[in-house]
Nanobody, 126 residues
């Protein structure tokens, strides 16, 4: 059974940094993407970033490009989202999810991701 578990959220001030972790288990993820999404109160879930397990290729939303960085540890089946220069508008629940590749859908489409974690809260105060 596939499990995806996020951790690392918390309350920080604007300009601070946080590192989120996403640990996946239950299958071999060689031909998978790991994506991060976030959802703020009253808003739709939005794409943040994604990384290919096999190639390490990364994809970022324009809103986080230059501030957030993805990395992976294949031996631990864990993906890390380093978030720097955090802003109050980054406040949301952050979710990690898996997606088979290749797929016709964009990496930013939530519909292509099959297994999701429970989410971790990130709150950035001004």
């Amino acid at each position: 059974q596939v499990q995806v578990v996020e951790s690392g959220g918390g309350l920080v001030q604007a300009g601070d940094s946080l590192r989120l972790s996403c640990a996946a288990s239950g299958r071999t993820f060689t031909n998978y993407l790991m994506g991060w999404f976030r959802q703020a109160p009253g808003k739709e879930r939005e794409f943040v970033a994604a990384i290919s397990w096999s190639s390490g290729s990364t994809y970022y939303a324009d809103s986080v490009k230059g501030r957030f960085t993805l990395s992976r540890d294949n031996a631990k089946n864990t993906v890390y989202l380093q978030m720097n220069s955090l802003k109050p508008e980054d406040t949301a629940v952050y979710y990690c999810a898996t997606s088979r590749t290749p797929q016709a859908m964009s990496v930013m489409a939530a519909g292509r991701y099959d297994y999701w974690g429970q989410g971790t809260q990130v709150t950035v105060s001004s």
